[in-house]
């Protein structure tokens, strides 16, 4: 997106690249009349820029933009800014419903007499298919292919009508399946550092590639000097549509890297500490930037792993600034060579190039890490955070089993397996995945992998044969290199055969166990293990057979298979017995720092990110034969369970209809900290005896066919039945019980969420959310606000609530309240049966004291105070047109 304002500060200049004139707004002509920003944050030069180029006096006035200079005084600021991002990323669980809101766009602003046609992306939009690939078969050659042919099978609905998207939208393209995550992706190939595009006459204009994306884990691109974060679909679809994002200019968290990893330790033991370190620290709506001479020992690829995990951490982002490495990388991965020429001239010339001779920017606060100290790890059983050095992981589960999960009588048993040859029990790893976009990233960890498997089949070890193991590289590139390497024989001997290009594990796409396993683990209660290369270990997350889970390093992922076990010390037990009858260690098959490094000089290189990306958007022969229909406006068919026009716009008119007061409100569930999007809003499996199993029956739907939540997110019927439909979610007004249930007041019954909501909704009464600490982190998941809307939440009353989360629920007009200080439910005891009152709602202003009147069951009244977390003007205007998307229809009908 190239300038559109009036540049009253005069910064316009260009540049000669390569004999070739480049323009560009200047952060040292605004420095000479605004303010020395040599100190700036990098990544807070990069929002100093973008107000440059967009400053048009009204959006972006001479003001915001001394806002930022000034910001180096205080370190804070409650300014609120309009940025606009130069592009958007989607994958296809959260970019599906997007373009399903686009295409009812389309419907409702025809309806409102205006033109379809400008309901179009403004800026370019990438949407990568990335999330639909199950598990299903594995340790086998022809898994892939099997995995592939399924995926089409199951997804051929969302298929044609993310084809029709790409043909139908303008500025929107489409990433087919099998071509990798959509964050390796951007990082491999979309991502160009400084953009580059022509202004209205035609001049090459250059400013920072930044971006929006529906998964949380757009941050990974961070690692490339690229500002981006993950948003909901909401926000990303007004991004697209024009519409600033609305921020108030953020801290920034400086995070000082020292001194080099260890012989042995991995960039997945880095990002675990870091990600410990900085929760601890508390980074929640924060930038973080990292600085110091430790970026110099690491690659891009670990810059990467360790922006990636940024939701983990809480920070909106986890930037590092431009420097050799930036270059090395866009050079290694087939970009072009003028293209990195601008990159280099034009951070130089903005000050945005990290010198080591330069002083430390300032920032709100700071962090240090010597990376010498960092020990091998691993994050478990239920949280990203929750960091566990790998000596201790037997001990960590061992005492979980016992305080947790409650299994202090039979913590040792072992049950036979129906059909097999050994038994099964506590602890026992049944699914290793090597997935997930923070470590299929980066070559170091997967040649790791590889190594540790050629190591150990060469010693005669194999993995147990009650675990699935499975491989899902981040990008078509991995396969080559390890192909190359000779490294996948030795991976596919272990049982990590390739089953397929996407997020599998992480998301819940694990696929079922084999039934035997299943069986075994569910009739016994047991706590089973996994051990998966991801980012995510929420409850309920991996697979729903799977109570412990652990996030590692690839190679410790191969280690565990072979273990087959979290319950001993994999440090100083045998992983088993080799071909000779001797104990193997884990020291015998873990390789050096050299070794690794010498596999990926020898057999990674330039021409493997050119060859595979020069036909990124042809996709396979599945790809291509996808047959569509349809022009301006989407053809919806009536029978669909995966694609439906949703209610939002129903009855909508060009004057927002008046917000009412919330009054005699209940409860659907009260909830206690750390509630996830998972939770809100699960991705996984459809249970057949849920209200979204009950309604894909009754619309003949066999179980066999269900798929998961996530793919059938372009179905509000769905999606709205599996709203808090969590298998581990705790609704506190049932105590000890688990699952998507509640207590409908007015009978005492004990129900299915989404069955009491319609009762409450037949009966005219509102409800609300009562939460505690954290609500809403995880996944950028739309339909956590969605189905919340559409359930007939009014309100969420939480401690604290997850950056994206709260944005969400304000966009699709519920209000999210803040408890004040030293006020939650347990001082309030709350147990349900109460009703809550919220008056003057239509008055609300950003961030304002609102008080809220709870009626108990015995009459007696008592009030308490709370936050309006509708933080800026901006989101107002949204929440009082009925949410976000309403409001940009009305603006474009008008």
Not at 188 to 207: F, K, L, N, P
Not at 439 to 467: F, H, I, M, Q, Y
Not at 532 to 561: I, M, Q
Not at 788 to 798: D, E
């Amino acid at each position: 997106m190239t300038a559109v304002g009036q540049d009253t500060l005069n910064t316009r200049s260009t540049l000669e690249v390569g004999g070739k004139t480049v323009h560009y707004y200047s952060i040292p002509k605004a420095a000479e009349k605004l303010g020395d920003v040599s100190r700036l944050p990098f990544s807070m030069k990069v929002l100093l820029e973008n107000l440059l180029r967009f400053e048009d006096g009204t959006t972006v006035t001479t003001e915001d933009v001394q806002a930022i200079v000034d910001w180096q005084q205080d370190r804070t600021s409650e300014r609120e800014i309009q940025y606009r991002p130069a592009r958007v990323l989607m994958q296809d669980f959260t970019g599906v419903p997007c373009v399903v809101d686009l295409a009812a766009m389309r419907d409702a602003i025809t309806k409102l007499g205006g033109d379809a046609q400008k309901i179009n992306p403004l800026v370019p939009v990438h949407l990568v298919i990335d999330h639909s690939v199950m598990v299903d078969e594995f340790g086998s050659p022809k898994a892939f292919q099997d995995n592939v042919d399924l995926e089409y099978q199951r997804n051929m609905e969302r298929y044609e009508f993310l084809k029709w998207g790409s043909k139908a939208l303008d500025n929107f393209k489409v990433v087919p399946p099998g071509t990798g995550i959509c964050h390796q992706v951007n990082l491999e190939y979309i991502s160009q550092t400084i953009w580059t595009s022509a202004d209205e006459s035609g001049a090459t204009v250059a400013y920072p590639d930044t971006l929006v994306g529906t998964d949380s884990h757009t941050t990974m691109v961070n690692g490339l000097g690229v500002l981006g974060w993950g948003v909901g679909g909401i926000e990303a679809e007004a991004a697209m549509l024009g519409q600033p994002v609305s921020m108030l200019i953020p801290e920034v968290v400086g995070f000082k890297l020292t001194g080099a990893l260890a012989e042995g330790i991995t960039a997945t033991d880095l990002v675990l500490t870091v990600t410990q370190m900085l929760r601890a620290k508390g980074v929640v709506g924060r930038f973080v930037e990292f600085y110091g001479p430790g970026l110099d020992a690491l690659t891009l690829a670990d810059r990467a792993t360790i922006a990636n995990m940024a939701p983990e951490y809480g920070a909106t982002c986890g930037f590092f600034p431009i420097d050799g490495a930036t270059l090395n990388y866009l050079r290694l991965t087939g970009r072009d060579e003028h293209s990195i020429d601008v990159v280099e001239a034009y951070a130089k010339a903005q000050g945005f190039w990290r010198d080591a001779a330069a002083p430390d920017p300032v920032f709100t606060d700071t962090l240090v890490l010597d990376m010498s100290s960092v020990q091998p790890s691993l994050a478990g059983p239920k949280r990203p955070q929750d960091r566990v050095l790998l000596n201790n992981v037997d001990e960590n589960f061992n005492t979980e089993l016992v305080s947790g999960y409650k299994k202090s009588g039979d913590s040792d048993q072992r049950v036979a397996v129906e059909g097999r040859a050994h038994d099964i029990g506590h602890g026992d790893v049944v699914i290793a995945a090597i997935t997930s976009c923070t470590n299929t990233s980066n070559p170091s960890v997967l040649v790791a992998a590889g190594l540790v498997a050629r190591k150990a089949r060469a010693l005669g070890l194999e993995s147990k044969p009650w675990v699935k193991t499975s491989l899902a590289p981040g990008s078509q590139v991995v396969t080559d290199y390890l192909d190359k390497a000779k490294l996948t024989e030795d991976l596919d001997a272990l049982g990590f055969n390739l089953v397929g290009y996407g997020c599998t594990t992480c998301i819940g796409n694990s696929g079922p166990l084999a039934a035997p396993i299943s069986k075994a683990i569910n009739e016994n209660d047991l706590v089973a293990a996994s051990v998966l290369s991801g980012n995510r270990n929420f409850e309920g997350r991996v697979s729903p057979d799977v109570r412990a889970n652990f996030l590692a390093s690839p190679p410790l992922v191969v280690a565990y298979a072979i273990k087959g076990t979290v319950r001993e010390d994999i440090t100083t037990t045998p992983l088993g017995k080799g071909s000779d009858g001797q104990d193997v260690f884990l020291k015998d098959v873990w390789p050096t720092n050299t070794e690794v490094a010498d596999t990926i000089a020898s057999f990674i290189d330039r021409e493997m990110y050119s060859s595979r990306y020069a036909n990124v958007f042809q996709g396979d022969v599945h790809w291509q034969k996808i047959a569509i229909e349809g022009g301006d406006t989407y053809q919806w068919s009536p029978v669909s369970t995966y694609v439906a026009n949703p209610p939002y716009f129903e009855g909508m008119s060009m004057t927002p209809a008046p917000v009412t007061d919330i009054r005699d409100a209940r409860p659907l569930a009260i909830f206690a900290d750390s509630i996830t999007t998972d939770h809100i809003s699960p991705a996984g499996s459809i249970k057949a005896d849920s209200p979204a199993g009950r309604f894909l029956l009754e619309h003949q739907v066999s179980k066999a066919d269900f798929n998961s939540y996530g793919a059938r997110r372009g179905n509000h019927e769905v999606m709205m039945r599996g709203t808090f439909a969590n298998i581990r979610i705790k609704n506190e007004m049932i105590p000890g019980i688990e699952g998507g249930l509640t207590k409908y007041i007015p009978s005492g019954e004990v129900m299915a969420i989404y069955d009491a909501a319609m009762r409450y909704k037949a009966d005219g009464t509102a409800l609300v959310v009562i939460a505690g600490k954290e609500y809403g982190t995880g996944s950028s998941r739309d339909w956590a606000a969605k189905g919340t809307n559409l359930l007939g939440v009014r309100a969420v009353i939480a401690e604290s609530f997850e950056r994206i989360h709260r944005s969400n629920l304000v966009g699709m007009g519920i209000v999210p309240l803040q408890f004040a200080e030293g006020v939650d439910r347990k001082s309030l005891k709350l147990d349900g049966t109460e009703s809550f009152t919220i008056e003057n709602v239509a008055g609300l202003r950003p961030r304002q004291k609102v008080t809220v009147t709870l009626k108990r069951a015995d009459g007696s009244t008592e009030s308490f105070q709370t936050r309006c977390r509708i933080d800026t003007v901006n989101e107002l205007d949204y929440f009082l047109n009925g949410g976000i998307l309403h409001y940009v229809l009305r603006k474009l009908a008008a």
